[in-house]
């Protein structure tokens, strides 16, 4: 597509439901980042992939997070267990070859009530 | 470790007045630096970027940013404000030593007054 799609745009969960958010990168683009954003602040670096590969979860807060990305296309960043200290918006940001900057979507607005 | 701080946290400016964001960066390196903008609701737009060359950049929507290694710096200016550029604006440094996670400042959220 044109663009980095994600998906859903907004998420309300309940405490303790899993969630899982989709990202469609920009067709062809090997790199592939999610980003958690919280309110009020600069977005913060979660993990990595070059296609299908994980090369970086550094940013990763718990092991209730968890990405893949299994044909170097379309992620899914999941969290189990959600927590209210979990919503934030969740950005998925893709680039060709990750020297000339990246794409971001617009985002998936979590809430966990 | 790198970091990036935007020590303006909210500017207003009338339309039509100049404009100038400050960023300061801590890198081991020449880094990679990114002005971006998001609007309420929206993803990240890219602005501009430095990797080399030339240390005044030119960018999208009239920005441009002035690349200073002696003050660690990467300010964003704009010579006439329009009040459609109203958002918030994001500061990053890229680790140009791998494959350019970026690090973000908290933002300056720019007002723009008629």
């Known amino acids: 597509g044109a663009g980095v799609s994600q998906s859903p745009r907004y998420k309300v969960a309940k405490r303790g439901q899993d969630v899982a958010l989709r990202c469609d990168p920009i067709?062809?683009?090997?790199?592939l980042f999610w980003y958690q954003q919280a309110l009020g602040q600069g977005p913060e670096f979660l993990t990595y992939f070059q296609n299908e590969a994980q090369l970086d979860k550094s940013g990763l807060p718990s092991d209730r997070f968890f990405a893949e990305r299994p044909e170097g296309s379309v992620s899914t960043l999941k969290i189990q267990r959600t927590q209210q200290e979990d919503s934030a918006v969740y950005l998925c940001?893709?680039?060709?070859?990750?020297?000339?900057?990246?794409?971001f979507g617009s985002g998936t607005r979590l809430t966990v009530v | 470790a790198q970091s990036v701080t935007q020590p303006d946290i909210h500017i207003t400016v009338s339309e039509g007045a100049s404009l100038e964001l400050r960023c300061n960066y801590s890198?081991?390196?020449?880094?990679?630096l990114f002005w971006y903008v998001q609007s309420p609701g929206q993803g990240l737009q890219l602005l501009l970027k430095?990797?080399?060359?030339?240390?005044l950049v030119q960018g999208i929507k009239g920005f441009e940013a002035e690349f200073k290694r002696s003050q660690s710096s990467f300010n964003l200016r704009k010579p006439s404000v329009h009040w459609s550029d109203a958002a918030e604006y994001f500061c990053?440094?890229?680790?140009?030593?791998?494959?350019?996670?970026?690090?973000f400042g908290a933002g300056t959220r720019l007002a723009v007054h008629p």
């Open positions: 940001a893709s680039s060709f070859d990750g020297s000339s900057g990246y794409t």
């Open positions: 890198y081991g390196a020449t880094p990679y």
């Open positions: 990053a440094v890229g680790d140009t030593g791998g494959y350019n996670k970026l690090i």
């Open positions: 430095y990797f080399s060359g030339d240390t």
């Open positions: 067709s062809g683009h090997v790199s």
